[in-house]
Nanobody, 122 residues
């Protein structure tokens, strides 16, 4: 199994930046994927970004493309979400998740962190 521990959430002004970290423990594979999702109050959880562990291939939600960057550090078994040019609408609980293949489909993610709050003030 995979265990995920998130960090890096907090408060930031609009236009600012934050970097979220997700440390994974347990066995990882070449085709394993790590994703970020977010959920705002009263809304469904939505896909933000995903990276394939082996290839480094990435996909992003349209709402964050060009502003957010997902990356990985294999030596640390850690995935990052660099969030730049933050907007108030980015305010949400951000979750790290792991899937057995590269996908944006939430139901295919088997392991989840507990989430970290990101609040962007105007």
């Amino acid at each position: 199994q995979v265990q995920l521990v998130e960090s890096g959430g907090g408060l930031v002004q609009a236009g600012g930046s934050l970097r979220l970290s997700c440390a994974a423990s347990g066995r990882t594979f070449s085709n394993y994927a790590m994703g970020w999702f977010r959920q705002a109050p009263g809304k469904e959880r939505e896909f933000v970004a995903v990276i394939s562990w082996g290839s480094g291939s990435t996909d992003y939600a349209h709402s964050v493309k060009g502003r957010f960057t997902i990356s990985r550090d294999s030596a640390k078994n850690t995935v990052y979400l660099q969030m730049n040019s933050l907007k108030p609408e980015d305010t949400a609980v951000y979750y790290c998740a792991a899937a057995m293949r590269h996908t944006i489909v939430i139901r295919l993610y088997d392991y989840w962190g507990q989430g970290t709050q990101v609040t962007v003030s105007s």
